[in-house]
């Protein structure tokens, strides 16, 4: 464990941590509410903080002066890349793939043709957690704009690749 704050005797004391501009009290202490705040929030922040709270002359019990708290810093998709895997003619099959470098938790991938011709697509054509979409014996038809959406709770982000079939 790294301390990133203490407070001893009414005085505040921010530790040399990559926290310390970031980091602080969110109420004065005379308030006995020793809520923290990070700002401008990073992924390398998540993990579990603790509080610990001794206080003068009163018994230490094991573990009951002590808060655990996990923090999950939540990071939306990076721009995604598209791409096609496979020669587009007609009768073949071809593979558009979904990636995106950034995202936490993983993002998940949904993929889907554009208008004039809009379609949606699913398992096992689909697979959203690889982000992969598989085409089979291919038309003229099926030319278009194929757009993937990478997607967690944090955001969403798109690339496309035009099908030249």
């Not at 926290?19 to 509410?33: E, F």
């Not at 809520?35 to 903080?49: H, K, P, T």
């Not at 496979?86 to 071809?94: C, K, L, M, R």
Request: charged share 15%; aromatic share 4%.
């Amino acid at each position: 464990p790294v301390q990133i704050l203490s407070v001893i005797g009414g005085v505040v004391k921010v530790e040399e941590t990559d926290l310390k501009s970031r980091v602080g009290l969110l109420y004065p202490i005379d308030t006995h509410n020793i809520s923290l705040f990070i700002n401008a929030s990073r992924e390398q922040d998540s993990g579990q903080y603790m509080c610990t709270v001794n206080v003068v002359d009163d018994i230490i019990r094991m573990h009951k002066n002590v808060g655990l708290i996990n923090l999950t810093v939540l990071v939306p998709p990076a721009t995604p890349t598209c791409q096609l895997h496979g020669n587009a003619v007609v009768g073949a099959n071809v593979t558009l793939s979904c990636s995106s470098r950034k995202g936490k938790p993983s993002p998940v991938y949904q993929w889907q043709r554009e208008p004039p011709t809009l379609q949606v697509f699913f398992p096992p054509a689909q697979d959203r957690a690889k982000g992969t979409l598989k085409l089979t014996n291919l038309s003229l038809e099926m030319s278009g704009v194929y757009v993937c959406r990478a997607e967690n709770q944090a955001g969403s982000e798109n690339c496309s690749i035009v099908l030249e079939v």
